[in-house]
């Protein structure tokens, strides 16, 4: 059964950085372009950014380039999605998910089949 699980969330004042990683058990990422998403309170879930199988892609949605950067390491079954200058904008439950495709098939969530339960970021002074 493929696991996904995100960790590295927490509290952190703006301007402030954050590294969430996504870890996967019950089946090997190298299949796999992965994903971040996020959600706030009251709006639609939406893409952050996505890396494909070989992390030689990546793509990123507007409002976060320049800022986040996504990695992969495959040898690790990990992905990671380092966050600078943080925003309250930014403050969203992220989630990490999986889709089997070579390379990034964009930034939809309905594209991606396979999800972890989410880890809360909180940006606030």
């Known amino acids: 059964q493929l696991q996904l699980v995100e960790s590295g969330g927490g509290l952190v004042q703006p301007g402030g950085s954050l590294r969430l990683s996504c870890a996967a058990s019950?089946?090997?990422?190298?299949?796999?372009?992965i994903g971040w998403f996020r959600q706030a309170p009251g709006k639609e879930r939406e893409g952050v950014s996505c890396?494909?199988?070989?992390?030689?892609?990546?793509n990123y949605a507007d409002s976060v380039k320049g800022r986040f950067t996504i990695s992969r390491d495959n040898a690790k079954n990990m992905v990671y999605l380092q966050m600078n200058s943080l925003k309250p904008e930014d403050t969203a439950i992220y989630y990490c998910a999986a889709g089997r495709y070579v390379y990034c098939p964009g930034l939809v969530p309905r594209d991606f089949q396979s999800w972890g339960q989410g880890t809360q970021v909180t940006v606030s002074s």
């Open positions: 890396i494909s199988k070989s992390g030689g892609s990546t």
């Open positions: 019950g089946f090997t990422l190298d299949y796999y372009a």
